[in-house]
């Protein structure tokens, strides 16, 4: 699986959005972006996942740059709920048998008032 | 359902002991996941159950023994561990197949402490 980098920490202020960016320029044309989150002492969650398009749920947007050699997860309105470690992982989608999730070092994630 | 439990919360257990920890999970999920998560380290995978066969060993040592049971329940058998093993324990599962997606659904963890 690609390796990715991410900015250690980041803060940003309640109600306004929370942009975390990703590189994974090793990237290879069959690997996914995911974005999981870990709230502290729970276990991590799943946010969203695309391959090259822009992808939209109700947790998040996932923008994925037309070489696919970096990505951004979008909080629209960031609350303190949201206050987390972000981790972006890059890996093949399987179809038919488990496969693992590499987790790198992630983005602490401060959300203040 | 959509959840995955682990029993029990928290563990202390004594270098000698023998312990389990379990996980369960209802949504018809195939594929059980054991992960290692040292405090402020991201989780680190250790065992991947698919159809309640063993498929993923990361060369885990031999004083953690996993089990499955059946497809809904998930065991990992401690004996003789240090202290250096104590962590939070992360069990996930997922749905695969064909058809499947398969993102993790993580459960909160049990907290295990080896004195």
């Known amino acids: 699986d690609a390796k990715t980098t991410q900015p250690t920490s980041m803060d940003c202020a309640e109600g306004r959005a929370a942009n975390l960016p990703c590189n994974h320029s090793t990237i290879s044309g069959n690997e996914y972006v995911y974005w999981y989150r870990q709230i502290h002492s729970q276990g991590p969650q799943y946010i969203i996942h695309?391959?090259?398009n822009n992808e939209t749920n109700e947790m998040a947007s996932l923008i994925i740059t037309e070489d696919r050699k970096s990505s951004t997860l979008i909080l629209p309105h960031a609350t303190l709920r949201d206050t987390a470690v972000y981790y972006c992982i890059v890996r093949v989608r399987n179809t038919g048998t488990a496969s693992k999730l590499t987790f790198g070092t992630g983005t602490r994630l401060q959300v203040t008032l | 359902d959509t959840e995955v439990t682990q029993t029990p919360k928290h563990l202390v257990m004594g270098m000698t002991n023998k312990k389990s920890l379990k996980c369960e999970q209802h949504m018809g999920h195939r594929a059980m996941y054991w992960y290692k998560q040292k405090a402020k380290k991201p989780p680190e995978l250790m065992f991947v159950y698919s159809y309640e066969k063993l498929s993923i060993n990361e060369s885990v040592p031999s004083r953690f023994s996993p089990e499955c049971p059946n497809s809904s329940l998930l065991n990992l058998h401690l004996h003789a561990l240090q202290p250096e093993d104590s962590a939070l324990y992360l069990c996930a599962s997922s749905q695969e197949g064909l058809a499947g997606l398969n993102e993790q659904f993580f459960g909160p963890g049990t907290r295990l402490t080896v004195l």
């Open positions: 695309g391959l090259k």
